[in-house]
Nanobody, 115 residues
Framework: QVQVVESGGGLVQPGGSLRLSCVGS????????MRWYRQAPGKQRELVAG???????NYADSAKGRFTISKDHAKNTAYLQMNSLQPEDTAVYYC?????????WGQGTQVTVSP
């Protein structure tokens, strides 16, 4: 059974940092493109950052210069380091493992940025 589990969310003040983790079981992340999405209340889910099998990264304009996606094959874990967080970053953050027509999602982790 495949499981993708996010952690690391929480409440942080504006300007603060969080590191989200995404751990897989029953799935080997090193053959999947890994992506982080987020969904704010009343909004559509949006792609925040992605990292390919080869390690190439891409970011939403809102994340460039502040967020960093990475992965550790040995730990079968993907990360999203988020710095300089702002209230508009408040959302549920989801990890996605993508390979061709296969997509596996985690349950999401809440990030709230508030004074």
């Amino acid at each position: 059974q495949v499981q993708v589990v996010e952690s690391g969310g929480g409440l942080v003040q504006p300007g603060g940092s969080l590191r989200l983790s995404c751990v897989g079981s029953g799935i080997t992340f090193n053959i999947y493109d890994m992506r982080w999405y987020r969904q704010a209340p009343g909004k559509q889910r949006e792609l925040v950052a992605g990292i390919t099998i080869s390690g190439s990264t891409n970011y939403a304009d809102s994340a460039k210069g502040r967020f960093t996606i990475s992965k550790d094959h040995a730990k079968n874990t993907a990360y999203l380091q988020m710095n300089s967080l702002q209230p508009e970053d408040t959302a549920v953050y989801y990890c996605n493992a993508h390979l061709a027509r296969f997509d596996f999602w985690g349950q999401g982790t809440q990030v709230t940025v508030s004074p």
